[in-house]
Every structure is written in C-alpha cells, then in structure tokens.
Nanobody, 119 residues
Framework: QVQLVESGGGLVQAGGSLRLSCAASGSIVSATAMGWYRQAPGKQRELVAVIRSGGVTNYADSVKGRFTISRDNAKNTMYLQMNSLKPEDTAVYYC?????????????WGQGTQVTVSS
C-alpha cells in the first residue's frame, strides 16, 4: 500500500510563495499521472495541476503562470511551487497518484495540507 504525505502548507500573505511536497512511500514511476487538487470551503475538489508519466503538465486556468508542478522519481516526491498567491488560493491541497490506462490500476490520495492566503 502506497502512502502519500503532503507537507509545506501554511499561512502566507497575498503575493507570497509556498512550495508543497508530496512524498510517496513507494515508487511513483508506475503512475500514469500525478496531480495536485484543492478544496475550498463550500466548493468541490478541483484539479490544480497534473504531471503525466511522460512529463507533460497541465494547469487550471486560475493558476497558470503562477504555479509549477514537478516531480523527482528518484526521491519518489512531487512538488507544487506556488507563487503570487491570492486569497482565493486558500484551500486544502491534496496530492494524487493514479494509474488508469494500464493494469494494475490504482488511485492514491494524501491527507491534505492547508494553505491559507491572507489579504
């Protein structure tokens, strides 16, 4: 059973930066995609950024140009660099690793880390 643990969340003022990390207890090379999701109070969980096994990245329109997703397979860790943070970025951020196009499939979630951006 692979465990995902997020870290790096906290309180930051608008315009500041945070770097989130997601450490996996096992290898992430078998994942077809890894991503960051977030959920704000009263809203559904939304995809923030995704990085596929081939290295292709995609971002939600709301974070393009401000957030950067990356991974280090040797360290079994994924990162989300968040710059120019806005109050609307406040949410619990979750990391995800999935394998959906090839057996055996899996879909792992971390417990989340709180990001709070003050105005």
């Amino acid at each position: 059973q692979v465990q995902l643990v997020e870290s790096g969340g906290g309180l930051v003022q608008a315009g500041g930066s945070l770097r989130l990390s997601c450490a996996a207890s096992g290898s992430i090379v078998s994942a077809t995609a890894m991503g960051w999701y977030r959920q704000a109070p009263g809203k559904q969980r939304e995809l923030v950024a995704v990085i596929r096994s081939g290295g292709v990245t995609n971002y939600a329109d709301s974070v393009k140009g401000r957030f950067t997703i990356s991974r280090d397979n040797a360290k079994n860790t994924m990162y989300l660099q968040m710059n120019s943070l806005k109050p609307e970025d406040t949410a619990v951020y979750y990391c995800n690793a999935k394998r959906v196009s090839l057996a055996p499939s899996f879909n792992y979630w971390g417990q989340g880390t709180q990001v709070t951006v003050s105005s």
